[in-house]
């Protein structure tokens, strides 16, 4: 007897225990202590963006050895792999954003963040500009600051190829913004496709749901939709949810290239099951306000009616990069992102280093690779400061892999390792519970699919968002969804 009331105790001390402890955290994390403030007597370390590598880095770097400045145009964070959710509203917007002032408010010390583009990088005076471009400015919008040292990790914008009528009439899928305006978009087609006395032809037109790119945006979103009109639309607008249609144009023979053939196979399949009319060999030559121009794999130019249009196509450098990559012109030779040596500084540079989608190395502009190499730098950063701790303390001069031109400075080298890049694989969603995964395991690539490989997906992506906030966020929209359906309401 005595023996359960002692199990009976340890298991409320361990429930108590653990309760205190994620209350102590909650607590915490919604009321940081406080904070030093910026050490000026340290070198200036300017962190561009507030993406997958800016935010690791940001995470990982001590704030004591440096005076950090974050500039970005975003003040959070946004997962983007589950922004394609937010389209339909299978997870509210603000579940996948977390403020930048969240993060930076708990480092040890201070770290400026100024809401802000910047738009030019001058290497010769190691200075940068940054504008104010949002809607509400003061009398003060433009500054030039100093740095030491200069991480680049702008990401990119949309390639449009410079298609005519793609910025005007087509939506994108790469910000919160525009996860939104395409969730606006949808129902306004569907709602104007019952206006009284709309014509059969613009009904058709109006509900023709077009997805411009096969790559994993394009096929997510198309997943998404699906599941929507299927498990949505039905109900709310039983009149018109057999009209509605998805159409997913590809230029390559097939969609998903980056993906094993069974998983393309499966995606084609799964899509042709769902209703999705795939249309690969495709190019898109045109846009207009109500229909695309599309040359097909025997070189016919068609016309196709489109309600809402996505467009997915991919990515180009942003003007800031293709500005310095100018400026470097000798050493910068690729026109497809800012080339960096193995510590990930710029080449032709001094003191500035480039991460993420921003530069082109031999990685695919990946989340993850983005994130790897913004918890590297963090590291070679916090080393970095040691190193010159301890020279500075024995008096030897300064072996600095900020400012040597010398990649092959051995000192330095034998310190502060080469950045590794370890796949983790690649996942997508393709509706209708269903996923793909191409995993490195021992060595080998394996390829799932289906409910389960769905399940996995779920457990991977609710794990990878950043903190408990998030997390809660994220499952809670789940399980509404699952409970109540989707919001259908137009904003
Ligand atoms: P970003 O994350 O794009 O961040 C760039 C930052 O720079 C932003 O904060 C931006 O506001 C800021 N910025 C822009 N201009 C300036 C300026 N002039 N000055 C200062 N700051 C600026 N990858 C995966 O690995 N797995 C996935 O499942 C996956 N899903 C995706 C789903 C979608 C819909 C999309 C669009 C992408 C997905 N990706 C995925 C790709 C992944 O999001 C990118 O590879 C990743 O965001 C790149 O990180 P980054 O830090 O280089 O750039
Ligand atoms: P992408 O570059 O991977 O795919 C774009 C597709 O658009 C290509 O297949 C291309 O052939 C097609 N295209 C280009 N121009 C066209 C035209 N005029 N007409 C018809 N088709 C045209 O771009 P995406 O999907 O936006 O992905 C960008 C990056 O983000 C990639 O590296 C991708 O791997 C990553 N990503 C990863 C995800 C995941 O792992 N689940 C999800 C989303 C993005």
């Not at 929507?228 to 509605?244: G, M, R, S, T």
Request: net charge neutral; with cysteine; glycine share 6%.
């Amino acid at each position: 007897h005595s023996r359960w009331r002692y199990v009976k105790y340890a298991l409320y001390a361990f429930v108590s225990g653990g309760m205190t402890y994620s209350a102590t955290k909650v607590y915490m994390a919604r009321h940081p202590p406080v904070q030093a403030p910026p050490d000026t007597t340290k070198k200036t370390l300017v962190i561009l963006g507030t993406g997958w590598g800016a935010i690791s880095m940001l995470k990982g770097i001590d704030s004591s050895l440096y005076n950090i400045v974050v500039v970005s145009p975003r003040n959070y964070f946004l997962f983007t792999p589950l922004l394609p959710s937010c389209t339909v509203g299978t997870i509210e917007h603000r579940s996948i954003m977390e403020p930048i002032h969240y993060i930076t408010r708990h480092k040890q010390r201070a770290i400026h963040f100024y809401e802000a583009h910047c738009t030019d990088i001058d290497p010769a005076t190691k200075t940068i500009t940054v504008e104010d471009q949002s809607d509400i400015k003061g009398d003060v919008s433009k500054a030039t600051l100093k740095y030491d040292y200069l991480v680049v990790a702008v990401g990119t914008e949309n390639n449009t190829f410079g298609i005519p009528g793609v910025t005007e009439h087509a939506c994108f899928l790469k910000e919160i913004w525009d996860a939104r305006k395409i969730r606006t978009k949808l129902m306004d087609c569907i709602e104007t496709a019952t206006f009284p006395g709309q014509t059969p032809e613009e009904v058709e037109r109006l509900l023709h749901m077009v997805v411009v790119g096969g790559g994993p945006t394009g096929v997510e979103y198309a997943g998404e939709l699906h599941d929507f009109l299927v498990e949505d639309l039905v109900d709310w607008y039983p009149d018109i949810a057999d009209k509605v249609r998805l159409t997913l144009v590809e230029a390559h023979p097939t969609v998903l290239p980056m993906f094993s053939r069974q998983l393309i196979d499966y995606t084609e399949s799964t899509f042709k099951s769902n209703k999705i009319n795939v249309q690969t060999g495709s190019v898109v030559k045109e846009v207009h306000d109500k229909h695309l121009v599309v040359e097909t794999h025997d070189k016919q130019r068609i016309q196709i009616p489109y309600g809402l249009l996505v467009w997915a196509t991919g990515n180009t450098q942003r003007p800031l990069v293709r500005d310095l990559m100018a400026k470097l012109s000798v050493a910068q030779t690729s026109k497809r992102g800012l080339l960096v040596d193995d510590y990930l500084r710029v080449k032709g540079a001094e003191g500035i280093w480039a991460i993420g989608d921003a530069t082109f190395t031999k990685y695919a502009p990946l989340a993850q690779v983005a994130s790897q190499q913004g918890i590297y730098l963090a590291k070679a950063f916090n080393r970095l400061a040691k190193l010159e701790e301890e020279n500075a303390a024995a008096g030897r001069s300064t072996v600095d892999i900020a400012t040597s031109t010398d990649p092959t400075d051995e000192d330095t080298r034998a310190k502060i390792r080469p950045f590794n890049y370890t796949s983790q694989g690649s996942l997508a969603y393709i509706g209708a519970d269903r996923a793909i995964a191409d995993m490195p395991i021992f060595g080998k690539n394996v390829s799932s699919s289906g409910f389960a490989t769905y399940l996995f997906w779920k457990s991977a992506y609710i794990n990878l968002l950043f903190n408990t906030r998030n997390q809660s966020m994220v499952a809670a929209d789940w399980v509404k969804k699952t409970l109540f359906g989707r919001d259908i309401s137009r904003e």
